[in-house]
């Protein structure tokens, strides 16, 4: 699930093509924006695409879209790769362990509601904090809160702007960690069936 660039979901894209995902198949694509760039990046893999239009939609009618295509596709695990909705309680439990989510921070700091993007990392600087980086964790109905899976550690610079440390967030820990998160999640579910 996605909302802009798609450079997580590139990652994902990536890590199966190299065989580092081998429990994990990309069932499809599903943008909160139909201008999201990952929806041309899936494509361009053979990704089956869907859009979930936030705009104007009642929160309950926006999950009811994303559970439809979830269904559709058969999908039973959710990655979250730079997707800028916060979902209801009631639609994450339908997905107890199923929905992980990749932060850029080393949660607890800088995360919850608010903190997304290039915020994070305004608030990381502001803060002054030596090391940030990125987590992957089961999405709860806490914003940010549930369950780490894996967190890597990012040096800050003296220099860094948001965009600079974002960028190095993204290099260093968010794209490596998603895909390993990914397959450990996929292969616990795998193994519990």
């Not at 959710?78 to 639609?91: C, E, H, R, T, V």
């Not at 362990?97 to 949660?107: D, Y």
């Not at 914003?143 to 610079?157: F, M, P, S, T, Y």
Request: glycine share 10%.
């Amino acid at each position: 699930m996605v909302s802009g660039g798609g450079t997580n979901l590139q990652a994902l894209i990536d890590a199966r093509a190299a065989g580092k995902m081998p429990h994990v198949e990309l069932t499809c694509v599903i943008a909160s924006r139909p201008d999201a760039y990952a929806l041309t990046r899936a494509q361009s893999a053979g990704i089956p695409t869907h859009v979930a239009d936030r705009r104007g939609a009642a929160q309950a009618d926006f999950e009811r879209q994303i559970l439809g295509f979830l269904e559709a596709d058969g999908a039973q695990m959710l990655i979250l790769a730079g997707f800028m909705s916060i979902l209801s309680a009631d639609f994450v439990r339908r997905y107890p362990r199923r929905i992980l989510n990749v932060h850029p921070a080393l949660l607890p700091a800088f995360g919850g509601k608010g903190f997304y993007g290039l915020r994070v990392h305004e608030a990381a600087l502001q803060r002054g904090v030596k090391l940030t980086g990125a987590t992957v964790h089961y999405v709860n109905e806490i914003a940010d809160g549930g369950e780490i899976i894996l967190q890597k550690a990012v040096e800050v610079r003296p220099g860094d702007t948001p965009p600079i440390l974002q960028r190095r967030v993204m290099e260093q820990a968010e794209w490596l960690l998603l895909p390993q998160a990914a397959e450990i999640a996929a292969r616990e579910i795998l193994e519990n069936e």
